[in-house]
C-alpha cells in the first residue's frame, strides 16, 4: 500500500496523554496533515501515501479529483469577497449593483472551471427563455424547461453509466467524445433545482424579471456550489438597491465565523480520522475503531454542511440578501420525518415541493403514499450521485420513513423523558450507520466496512486512533446539539464575545488541513 516512516514513541500511552501540537505537522502530497494515529507498536506513522478519502474515491464511474477552485477557506477568497463587497456598495455603481453580482459569482465560478462557463451560460439563458416562453403557454413549456434542465443534469452525473470512461475513444465521435470528457460542473446539483423553481415558482405570474435578476438568481456565489437551495419566489423580491448603513454586521459576522469555525476546526480535523474509514485503509481498523469513525463521520459531514451553509448565509447578509436556514439542530430529532425538517432544510423542503406533492403526496391512498416517499427518497439519493451507495441510502431513508409512519401519531403521545431520550439514540443510530454508503459511493466497500463492523479485527498491529482528539472535535456538534438554549439565551450578552472570541482562536490556531467541503462533488 505505502512505504512507512516511523519514530519511536515511549510505548502504548501515547494514544490518550499525547496531543499533537504543530510540530507534528507534515507535508504530505501538497496537503499538511496532523499525525493522528499511531500502530500497535507504539511507533507514530508517518506514511508518504496521499490520503485515500472520500475527495478521492471514484464517484459517478469516473475520478473526481479536487479542483484548484476558489473555496470559501482559500486566501484567494478573503481577497475576492472583500474587493467585490467594496465595489458593490460604491454609490457610483448602485445602479449596477445587479450587475456586479453577476459578473463576480461568474468569476467565481470560471476560477476553478472556466471551461465550464459555456455551460453555466446555456442553462441559464435557456431557464430564462423557456420562462419567457412558459409564461405565454405554460402547459407545454413549462415540462419542456424542466425536461431542458433535467437532461442537463443526468448527461453529466450519470453519463458513465452508460459509457466506458476509461476508453481513449468513448463513442467514436469527436465533438461527442469532447462533450463525455467536460469534467462534472461544479455545483450543477444545486443550480439545476434553483432553474426548476424559477420556472414553477414564476411561470404562476403573469410577469417575467429581468434577465439580470435570473441570473444573478441562478449563480449567487455564495449559494452557487452547495446552496442552500432558494426558492425563485423568495429570492428574487429581494432583488433591488441595497445599502452600506443597512448591512447588519454583526449578524453577519457571526454566521460567517461559526461556519468557518465548524468547517476549519470540526470538519477539517475529523477529516484527518475519517480518511481512515476509506478502502483500502479500513481493512487495517479495529472493530471498535470502525464504530467510533462512523459516529465521527455524521459529526464531520453535520460540521461540513453546517459551515458551509452558515457562511453562505453570512456572506448573503453582507449584499443585503437573506438565505434560507438549512440545518435546525438535526441529532436532537425523534422521529426520521422530524430529522428531515432539520438536516438540509433546503433539499428536503424542494423535493416535497416539487416532487412529493406533484406525484399525490398522501392525497391518493395508503399505498400510493409509501411508494411516493420511496420515489422522493431514492431520486433523492442519486440526486447526490449515480452509485448504488446513494441509491441504497435514500432508498434505506425512504423504508424509514414508511415503517415509521404508521406508528407515528402513537410514538408522539408517549410523553415520557426517557422514552424520548431513547427514540433520538435510536434515530441518531440509524442515521449514522447510513452514512456509511455515503461516505462510501462504491457499494462493495460501504458493504465491506459495515461487515467488519460486527466481526473481531484480524490485523495483529492495528493503527489506533487518539481517542481524546475524538472527542475534543466533535464537542461542539454535540455542544451545539445538547447545552440548554436556555443557559445561552440567558448569559448571552455576557458570553457571545468570550465564545466567537474563542471560536475564532481555534480555527486560527487548531484548523485541520485543508479539505474540500464534502458538498462540491455534488
Given amino acids: 500500500m505505502s512505504q512507512l516512516g516511523q519514530k519511536r514513541k515511549s510505548g502504548p500511552a501515547i494514544l490518550t496523554s499525547v496531543l499533537p501540537s504543530t510540530a507534528d505537522i507534515r507535508q504530505r502530497g501538497g496537503h499538511v496533515r496532523k499525525v493522528l494515529c499511531v500502530d500497535g507498536s507504539g511507533l507514530t506513522q508517518t506514511a508518504t501515501f496521499p490520503r485515500i478519502s472520500d475527495q478521492d474515491v471514484v464517484l459517478h464511474s469516473t475520478k473526481f479529483t479536487k479542483r484548484d477552485g476558489m473555496t470559501f477557506t482559500s486566501w484567494q477568497f478573503g481577497i475576492f469577497a472583500a474587493v467585490v463587497f467594496g465595489l458593490y456598495y ?14 463576480a459569482s461568474l468569476f467565481f465560478y ?60 468513448l463513442v467514436g465521435e469527436t465533438p461527442i467524445d469532447f462533450l463525455l470528457r467536460l469534467p462534472l460542473p461544479i455545483g450543477i446539483s444545486f443550480f439545476v433545482f434553483h ?7 414564476l411561470t404562476k405570474q403573469k410577469d417575467a424579471p429581468s434577465l439580470a435578476s435570473v441570473f444573478l438568481y441562478i449563480i449567487f456565489f455564495p449559494q452557487l456550489v452547495s446552496g442552500p437551495i432558494t426558492r425563485a419566489g423568495m429570492f428574487i423580491p429581494q432583488i433591488g438597491p441595497k445599502f452600506l448603513a443597512d448591512v447588519q454586521y454583526v449578524d453577519a459576522a457571526k454566521w460567517i465565523l461559526t461556519g468557518y469555525f465548524f468547517k476549519l476546526y470540526v470538519a477539517n480535523n475529523l477529516n484527518e480520522m475519517t480518511s481512515y474509514m476509506s478502502f483500502p485503509l479500513y481493512e487495517t481498523l479495529q472493530t471498535q475503531d470502525r464504530w467510533l469513525l462512523v459516529f465521527l463521520y455524521s459529526y464531520q459531514i453535520y460540521a461540513d454542511f453546517f459551515g458551509y451553509s452558515a457562511i453562505a448565509i453570512g456572506l448573503a447578509v453582507l449584499f443585503g440578501y437573506r438565505l434560507p436556514i438549512n440545518f435546525d439542530l438535526p441529532y436532537i430529532s425523534t422521529s426520521f420525518s422530524e430529522l428531515w425538517t432539520r438536516w438540509h432544510i433546503s433539499l428536503s ?40 451507495s446513494y441509491l441504497m441510502w435514500g432508498m434505506l431513508h425512504g423504508l424509514l420513513l414508511g415503517i415509521e409512519r404508521p406508528l407515528l401519531g402513537r410514538l408522539q403521545s408517549i410523553d415520557s423523558t426517557v422514552f424520548k431520550t431513547a427514540q433520538m439514540c435510536f434515530v441518531f443510530l440509524c442515521v449514522t450507520m447510513l452514512w456509511i454508503f455515503f461516505k462510501l459511493p462504491h457499494f462493495d466497500h460501504a458493504i465491506g466496512y459495515l461487515t467488519g463492523m460486527f466481526v473481531p479485527s484480524t490485523n495483529p498491529n492495528p493503527p489506533k486512533l487518539f481517542y481524546n482528539l475524538a472527542l475534543l472535535y466533535s464537542m461542539p456538534v454535540i455542544i451545539q446539539h445538547f447545552a440548554p438554549r436556555a443557559l445561552f439565551e440567558r448569559r448571552s450578552r455576557g458570553v457571545e464575545p468570550f465564545l466567537y472570541g474563542a471560536m475564532a482562536a481555534l480555527m486560527y490556531l487548531e484548523a485541520g488541513p485543508e479539505t474540500a467541503f464534502i458538498y462540491f462533488q455534488f
Avoid at 90 to 98: E, K
Fill in 349 to 388: 423542503s424542494w423535493l416535497r415541493s416539487y416532487l412529493y406533492i406533484p406525484l399525490g403526496g398522501n392525497q391518493k391512498g395508503i399505498t400510493r403514499t409509501y411508494l411516493n416517499l420511496m420515489i422522493v427518497m431514492a431520486l433523492g439519493g442519486l440526486w447526490h450521485g449515480a452509485g448504488l
Fill in 110 to 169: 470560471s476560477y476553478g472551471q472556466p471551461e465550464l462557463l459555456p455551460l453555466l451560460a446555456v442553462a441559464a439563458f435557456g431557464t430564462y427563455l423557456f420562462l419567457i416562453l412558459a409564461l405565454r403557454n405554460r402547459s407545454i413549456w413549462l415540462p419542456m424547461g424542466i425536461a431542458f434542465n433535467l437532461v442537463l443534469l443526468a448527461f453529466f452525473k450519470y453519463k458513465f453509466l452508460f459509457v466506458d470512461a476509461t476508453s481513449s475513444a
Fill in 195 to 201: 432553474n426548476i423553481s424559477l420556472l414553477v415558482d
Fill in 90 to 103: 460604491l454609490p457610483a455603481l448602485r445602479a449596477l449593483q445587479v450587475q456586479l453580482l453577476v459578473v
